[in-house]
């Protein structure tokens, strides 16, 4: 099979096409044929070794000090079982499913092998590859910190970056939790977010954020435009700052309470199958779609790193793996 391989950090240029061994399925595994996956804020970090303040070190002892430990990226795909382990009874050859390898990695290839208790369904009627495909990274995080910061109905929430992969995740299914959205995005994309729920988009170039009379109870900070001690200025009392994207000191300081109660959440977000299982059923029912930037070949996957390395895609960046 074919496969990109990252084998040293850096640009785009960095990634080659090579010829890699096919898996083979052992007991309690499936092999899956890869039709389609994504290029997300994962990948291009791991890729470039572009971690958060205070993480470069920390990130490269984790996932490799001189090159990606896992040359091969890619944390969600979807595609069809073409073959299965011993032993293997909840998936059988031809069915169509959704996967979630996350930290794991390796959907970047034309095959992949997962375990069939692992991060793995079957995509629900109505449901389409491209759509599967981007359905996990954004919607995992979201549904992870949705729960950690406790959203319920009638709290207002601050997304903050509505547009990307876990934005505009963040954006529908808080208001599905009964939330009030308000989100920020750049001038191009308010109409974006204002159809993914949001019931107000606010132009972060034209207005200062920091400055807003408004109160939340949630703030969402899913690019890193924000610090916990800004965010406690627009936070009502036991409000939550969520540092999705956080760097080292959000991380160190995720257990601090701030004055009124407030507090800072932060760190890994859960691979848990039961929300790749939740996120397929919102997709089937229409209740949450994951916006698509652009759609690229499989030879064009460094252009795709290359979308997701400018910061303004919208959604995912989906690459068409086969047909």
Request: overall charge positive.
């Amino acid at each position: 099979m074919k496969a990109w391989f990252a084998r040293r950090y850096g640009g785009p240029e960095v990634l080659r096409l090579e010829e890699a061994p096919k898996p083979v399925p052992k007991p309690g595994e499936i092999l899956v044929k890869v039709h389609a996956t994504t290029v997300n804020s994962g990948d291009r970090r791991i890729r470039a070794c572009d971690f958060p303040p205070g993480m470069k070190t920390l990130g490269r002892l984790a996932l490799g000090w001189n090159r990606p430990r896992q040359p091969i990226l890619g944390t969600e795909l979807a595609g069809v079982v073409e073959a299965i382990g011993q032993g293997v009874t909840k998936f059988s050859p031809g069915e169509a499913v959704y996967a979630f390898p996350g930290g794991k990695m390796g959907a970047h290839a034309e095959y992949v092998v997962l375990k069939q208790d692992g991060p793995v369904a079957v995509i629900p009627q109505g449901v389409d590859m491209q759509t599967a495909a981007a359905l996990c990274f954004g919607g995992s995080t979201a549904l992870t910190y949705l729960r950690r910061g406790g959203v319920e109905a009638g709290q207002s929430m601050l997304v903050l970056g509505g547009s990307g992969a876990v934005g505009s995740a963040m954006v529908q299914l808080g208001k599905l939790k009964g939330a009030e959205i308000t989100a920020t995005t750049s001038a191009g994309n308010l109409d974006l977010v204002r159809s993914l729920g949001a019931d107000t988009v606010i132009d972060y170039h034209s207005t200062d954020v920091s400055g807003l009379a408004e109160r939340f109870d949630v703030i969402a900070d899913t690019v890193g435009a924000m610090d916990f001690a800004t965010a406690q200025k627009l936070l009502r009392p036991n409000g939550r700052y969520l540092a999705i994207a956080g760097a080292m000191k959000e991380m160190l300081g995720s257990l601090r309470k701030g004055p009124e109660g407030k507090r800072m959440i932060a760190g890994p977000a859960d691979e848990r199958l039961e929300d790749i299982v939740e996120l397929g059923r919102l997709a089937a029912s229409a209740h949450y779609r994951p916006p698509i930037d652009q759609i690229y070949d499989w030879a064009d996957m460094p252009a795709a790193h290359a979308q997701a390395d400018t910061g303004r895609k919208r959604g995912s960046v989906v690459v068409q793996v086969a047909q």
